[in-house]
């Protein structure tokens, strides 16, 4: 059933399509930062050890990547508009599936969470290249912007929640409301879509446009080689950092609010980077400022975690949240139309996650083995190195 012509041009308003891609983009991240501040007590919960606590968050990460495999031809064989609709109700559902009393749901629930994450992920480069040509990096520094906030508030929020609610399950569980909240507001884009003639997507193919093999592309390896760099040492951060400083002699209330502030300054890399990003013909500066600022945080935790905690997460922050919406931006700035753009964005955020998936997993495998957290901060620290090198290969000017 398609729309009236009247309602049609009413939910074909920019600020509407604004809006859902503003509440779809704060579902993007607070089912995972919403867990790190409780990762104690789901431990606690099933009597998991450090390695099999690490996959609460690397299994969906790790389908983060699975998921971006196939969002591509989703997006070509439904249309962008109805598969973000359906990550968003799929989000919801695998929410509540986590607080259910079984590790099976808690695990289940985390492989449904990544799986629309990651349909999120990719469509939404393609959809904003192809609905904002001319703004598509300032676009990028909104949707950024608005993922990093909605992960700020999860992690600020979690531990409050889970006091006033009565357990770490209603905590969890009631970021399901946000993910209903943005299905909704993403409906006029699905009824709209079911008014046109034809998807977009499907209609540049149509137009003659010879389809890119991103696959073969040095270019779109380097842009998915720096994608999975950022992810690695982001999600080693989400999945890690409380139990950083807890281990440090930090109280569990206060290394959630250090938790909190780290997510919160994202948002000024977040916003600022891809706005630089799209005024430059190279984006190499970025590139050495975003990783710099990392690697330095990263360098702190490793001599003084606890003295400089605030300083090192202040870093840490600014220099994730401009990488990622760096990386988001480079897809967009390296494609050279809608439909390369989705699969840039594919196959970035494919490989991207599956070697971030091995970031908090090998980071707590780590830290069992050796009793210490040297180990596993030494190793994202080379992480860091080699990003900055592809990186700088990633940001020169060409299209793949």
């Known amino acids: ?3 009236p012509p009247r309602w049609r041009a009413r939910l074909a308003h920019p600020a509407v399509l604004l809006v859902g891609i503003v509440l779809a983009s704060l579902n993007m991240r607070v089912a995972l930062a919403s867990v790190a501040p409780l990762v104690g007590e789901i431990s606690a919960a099933f009597g998991l050890s450090s390695t099999a606590t690490s996959l609460v968050t690397s299994v969906p990460v790790l389908f983060l990547g699975a998921g971006a495999l196939v969002a591509p031809w989703l997006g070509r064989r439904f249309g962008a508009e109805r598969v973000l609709f359906a990550a968003l109700v799929l989000l919801g559902v695998g929410i509540l599936a986590r607080v259910l009393p079984s590790v099976y749901a808690l695990y289940g629930g985390g492989i449904l969470v990544g799986t629309a994450i990651a349909l999120l992920n990719v469509l939404m480069p393609g959809l904003i290249k192809r609905d904002f040509p001319d703004r598509a990096a300032a676009m990028t520094s909104v949707y950024t912007g608005a993922l990093i906030a909605g992960a700020t508030v999860a992690a600020a929020a979690s531990v409050p929640l889970e006091e006033a609610l009565g357990g770490w399950e209603a905590s969890l569980g009631f970021w399901s409301l946000l993910a209903g909240i943005a299905a909704l507001a993403w409906l006029p884009q ?27 592309s040095p270019l779109a390896w380097q842009v998915t080689l720096f994608m999975g760099g950022q992810s690695l040492w982001s999600y080693v951060l989400i999945a890690w950092m409380p139990t ?20 919160l300054t994202q948002i000024v890399g977040a916003f600022a ?26 360098a702190g935790l490793l001599v003084a975690p606890a003295e400089g905690a605030w300083l090192w997460a202040a870093l840490l922050g600014v220099g994730q949240g401009g990488a990622l919406g760096l990386a988001l931006t480079l897809i967009v700035l390296r494609s050279g139309d809608a439909v390369t753009a989705s699969r840039l ?34 190793l994202v620290l080379g992480v860091c190195a080699a990003s900055l090198a592809v990186g700088l290969l990633a940001a020169r000017d060409r299209t793949v």
């Open 273 to 298: 980077v891809p706005l630089l990003a799209g005024r430059m013909r190279s984006q190499r500066p970025l590139i050495v400022l975003v990783t710099t600022l990392v690697a330095a945080g990263y």
């Open 190 to 216: 699905v009824l709209i879509a079911q008014s046109r003639a034809g998807h977009a997507v499907r209609a540049v193919q149509a137009g003659g446009a010879r389809p890119v093999s991103v696959w073969r």
């Open 345 to 378: 964005s594919g196959m970035a955020q494919t490989v991207g996650y599956l070697l971030a998936a091995a970031g908090p997993l090998a980071a707590g495998a780590l830290h069992q083995a050796s009793g210490s957290w040297t180990l596993p901060i030494s």
């Open 1 to 3: 059933m398609s729309a």
């Open 244 to 263: 950083i400083f807890t281990d440090h002699g930090m109280s569990r209330s206060t290394a959630g609010v250090i938790f909190a502030f780290n997510t």
